[in-house]
């Protein structure tokens, strides 16, 4: 679709009343706690996402061998790369993928720590003290 095309279908859409969240509550957003909230989420989004780069640079440094902030330029290169060339569709299968992978070692985790551990519960290193 050329870019007119799309101004014409967003257009449709907003004059049939449909509009987006935040358009939608701009006059809720006038009242001071509603601004403090929708602020504070922005806030904490913002943080997360950084958690979030800043976790898969460490794992890209140590396997690449390169600095942290490189590996943090990497990241976000990769990140806009995928997200420009295969759009909305790209994002959402690299969560379904990332999820994949997250539920996967949490399983694997979860069925180490019930193989390793004793039968007692207690830790075979002794660090929580003796029990009587």
Same mark, same amino acid.
């Given at each position: 679709?050329?870019?007119?095309?799309?101004?014409?279908?967003v257009a449709?859409i907003?004059s049939?009343?449909v509009?987006?969240?935040?358009?939608r509550?701009?006059?809720?957003l $006038?009242?001071?706690?509603?601004?403090?909230?929708w602020? =504070?989420?922005?806030?904490?989004? =913002?943080?997360?996402?950084?958690? $979030?780069?800043s976790?898969?640079?460490? %794992? %890209?440094?140590?396997?690449l061998?390169?600095?942290e $902030?490189?590996?943090v330029?990497?990241?976000?290169?990769?990140?806009?790369?995928? =997200?420009f060339?295969?759009?909305?569709?790209?994002?959402i299968?690299?969560?379904?993928?990332?999820?994949?992978?997250?539920l =996967?070692?949490?399983?694997?985790?979860?069925?180490?720590?019930?193989?390793?551990?004793?039968?007692d519960?207690?830790?075979?290193s002794g660090?929580g003290?003796?029990?009587?």
């Amino acid at each position: 679709m050329a870019d007119s095309d799309h101004y014409h279908f967003v257009a449709r859409i907003f004059s049939r009343g449909v509009s987006d969240g935040l358009c939608r509550d701009r006059e809720a957003l $006038r009242q001071p706690h509603a601004l403090c909230c929708w602020v =504070t989420f922005l806030a904490t989004r =913002t943080l997360a996402e950084g958690v $979030r780069v800043s976790a898969i640079a460490l %794992v %890209v440094s140590v396997a690449l061998g390169t600095s942290e $902030r490189l590996a943090v330029f990497i990241v976000i290169a990769l990140t806009v790369l995928y =997200t420009f060339e295969g759009g909305m569709k790209a994002v959402i299968w690299t969560d379904v993928a990332q999820f994949l992978l997250y539920l =996967t070692g949490s399983l694997l985790t979860l069925a180490c720590c019930c193989i390793a551990s004793p039968e007692d519960g207690g830790s075979e290193s002794g660090g929580g003290g003796e029990r009587e």
